[in-house]
C-alpha cells in the first residue's frame, strides 16, 4: 500500500467543499484520483452508477479495472472516431440535464472539459473493448435457452429477451476471467483512501432549475 498523495485542491467554485483531491489508486504507473472516481460517478463513466454517496472501494475497483481495459484498448487500436466520441459527449450531457447544465457543472468545479472529455473517449473504449473482445464472440445454445424460458409457449419477444439475459452474463463471466488475469499481471498499489467512504471532490452536476423552481 502506497503512502496517500495529495494532488491537488477542491474547485474554488463550491466554497463548502474542502477535501483534497487524493490519489486512490496506481494501476501499472497510472493513477487514479478522487477527481477521477467522482467524474465517474457524476457522469455515469466505466460502470460506475451515478450517484451522490462517498467514493467506496468498488468504485476505485471499478476504475482499476477501466485504467486496465483501457490500456488493452489502445494495445489493440480500438480508436473512436471523432464523431463517435462527439456523440457519446452528448450522450453524457444528456444524463445530467443537457449541455448547459454539463458546462455550468465543469466551469464551477473548474474542470477542463478537454480533460473530462478524454475520461468520456476512455469509457466509450472501455464500451468498445468489450464488444470487440467479448461480446462478439458469445454464442448462447439452443438448449440454454429453452432451460432459461421454461416449459411452454413463449413468444419471440421472450425469447429474444432471454437470449440477450444469457449474452450479458456470459459477457459478464468472460469479462470478469479476463480483468482478475490482466489484475494478477499488473502492478495494482492502493491507497485505501476511499476507507469507510471518502466524500466526493465536487457536487454532481444539477440542472439549472433545480434549486431554484419550487413547487406548484
Known amino acids: ?36 472516481a467522482t467524474i465517474a460517478k457524476a457522469l455515469g463513466l466505466f460502470g460506475v452508477r451515478s450517484s451522490e454517496k462517498p467514493i467506496q472501494a468498488a468504485d476505485v475497483k471499478h476504475l482499476v479495472d477501466a485504467w486496465l481495459i483501457d490500456a488493452e484498448a ?19 450531457a444528456g444524463r445530467v440535464g ?15 472539459e478537454a480533460w473530462v472529455k ?16 467479448f461480446r462478439a464472440f458469445v454464442f448462447v445454445p439452443e438448449e440454454d435457452v ?3 424460458l421454461g416449459p411452454g409457449l413463449h413468444t419471440m419477444e421472450a425469447r429474444a429477451q432471454a437470449v440477450g439475459v444469457l449474452r450479458e452474463e456470459a459477457v459478464n463471466r468472460e469479462l470478469a476471467a479476463w480483468l482478475a488475469d490482466a489484475r494478477a499481471r499488473a502492478a495494482i ?4 483512501a476511499e476507507g469507510t467512504g ?4 465536487f457536487p454532481l452536476p444539477a440542472p439549472a432549475d433545480s434549486a431554484t423552481t419550487a413547487p406548484r
Open 1 to 36: 500500500m502506497m503512502a496517500l498523495a495529495i494532488v491537488g485542491v477542491a474547485a474554488a467554485g463550491y466554497a463548502a467543499t474542502t477535501l483534497l483531491d487524493v490519489v486512490l489508486a496506481e494501476v501499472n504507473g497510472t493513477t487514479v484520483t478522487a477527481s477521477d
Open 74 to 92: 489502445a494495445r489493440l487500436q480500438i480508436t473512436p472516431s471523432s464523431a463517435e466520441v462527439e456523440q457519446a459527449w452528448q450522450t453524457v
Open 98 to 112: 443537457g449541455m448547459d447544465t454539463l458546462r455550468r457543472w465543469l466551469d464551477r468545479a473548474d474542470l477542463d
Open 118 to 133: 478524454k475520461l468520456v473517449e476512455a469509457d466509450l473504449r472501455w464500451q468498445r473493448f468489450v464488444d470487440v473482445r
Open 146 to 148: 429453452t432451460k432459461a
Open 189 to 192: 498499489r492502493t491507497t485505501g
Open 198 to 201: 471518502l466524500p466526493l471532490v
